[in-house]
């Protein structure tokens, strides 16, 4: 094989391998970007389904919380029946021993006591509604104050999930930006190679005369006067 042959198979192979190498290179780049965008979403969907999760616990508790609420709400009434209920009583035993020992119920003695039971069995059933609705209140509020917080539990994760998507498909999108750098420029190099080597091996020759054919170059000037060809 000759020296210029050689030279020509060495550059040839030179840039099939530049070229092959651009391309994996390329590859490896969209391969490492959507490895790092998979990352980025799933990365993204595990917060988000722990706020979700946390939503759904604290959700739980609201619903609990409701029903504490209820339920005090309802055991301060019976407390507040209760003690009307012993007023009741209380006033019918005062009636009971005044009776049996010959008293008189109009007495305004008598009165008085029944009127000072019943007031303070007025004053124990409104202390024991109005300590229950406190209580019932106060949980309600809680409620509330949990229902915010899971309202932006849930809307941290939504947040969460769509900027994860966000960011991975940013992420995909310069991987396949810069892959698309690295192909440009292997084919830039591959066609920059091709045009030297035309340049320097395949352009055609200019060395050939117009006296090929036409034997010496005295006949050739005999027919550009008009004369004939031997």
Known sequence: MAGPEIAIAAQVVGTIVSFVGGMNQASAQEDMANYQAQVQRQQAEASAQVAEANAAQLKY???????????????????????????????????????????????PTIQNLESDISAEGNYRAANALYSGNVSARSLLLQSQLQGFDVANLQQSANI????????????RLSGQIEASGTRNKAYSSLLSSGSSLYSK??????????????????????????????
């Open 61 to 107: 508790q609201q619903g609990q919380t409701e029903k504490a609420a209820v339920a005090e709400g309802a055991a301060a009434q019976r407390e507040a029946l209760i003690e009307k209920h012993k007023a009741r009583l209380a006033q019918s035993r005062l009636s009971a021993v005044v009776g049996s020992s010959g008293g008189g119920l109009n007495d």
């Open 201 to 230: 091996y395949g352009a055609p020759t200019t060395t050939s005369t117009l006296s090929d054919g036409f034997g010496e170059r005295g006949d050739f000037d005999s027919v550009l006067r008009g004369g004939s060809y031997r």
């Open 160 to 171: 969460t999930r769509q900027t994860g998507m966000q960011a991975a498909g940013l992420t």
